[in-house]
């Protein structure tokens, strides 16, 4: 699964993100605050370069967009040394991980950032399987939607009724976080095994 880098549109997100991605031999994705809303679940972590967040006691629109943020596995780099609790607090009640100020180092933050992908990466191996919570059934009709068929030569070609197929496909879509076909068959073409697809 792909890392996502979040951090603002200047010059500075885009030399930390390729930084980031030629110290650390992962694959990544890198977006701008604002502009990656959904499918996060496809994304094993996701990097936040907090820079532009200030010290100051008033909340940036970065601040608003990180404190809505839904993902299990949220690692934040560059946060301000003197971070208030006002604006700090709620982003440890959602469980984000601190990794390190904009103090720290280019060395240090490439090996807290490397540990910490690597316990992700451990962790998610061992609950992988737990995640994927697909029968076999959602599983073939989820295949056959990477292949662009209409709900109808899916039904068909698996025996069932249309309505059968749009049911699984609404439970498809719930269960793996989606809200389209295009983001389904993109989820699909990441999670399936490659002979299913």
Not at 49 to 71: G, M, Q, R, V, W
Not at 93 to 111: H, I, P, V
Request: with cysteine; glycine share 6%; proline share 4%.
């Amino acid at each position: 699964m792909p890392i996502l880098f979040l951090s603002d549109s200047g010059l500075h997100g885009d030399l930390l993100f390729s930084l980031i991605s030629e110290s650390l031999p992962v694959e990544w994705e890198k977006a701008e605050f604002g502009k990656q809303k959904h499918c996060l679940n496809v994304y094993e972590a996701v990097i936040v370069d907090c820079l532009s967040l200030t010290s100051k006691s008033i909340p940036s629109a970065e601040f608003i967009y990180l404190k809505n943020l839904i993902h299990p596995r949220v690692l934040l780099i560059n946060f301000p040394a003197d971070m208030p609790t006002a604006l700090s607090r709620p982003l440890e009640e959602r469980k984000f991980t601190f990794l390190c100020d904009n103090r720290s180092s280019q060395q240090d933050l490439l090996g807290k950032l490397g540990s910490a992908l690597q316990n992700t990466r451990n962790k998610g191996e061992a609950t992988g399987k737990g995640r994927l919570l697909l029968t076999k059934r959602e599983q073939e009709i989820l295949a056959h939607l990477t292949t662009g068929d209409a709900n109808s030569i899916i039904a068909s070609r698996l025996h069932l009724s249309e309505h059968t197929v749009k049911n699984h496909m609404y439970n498809i879509f719930r269960k793996i976080g989606v809200k389209n076909r295009l983001q389904a068959s993109n989820w699909a073409k990441m999670h399936l095994q490659a002979e299913r697809i």
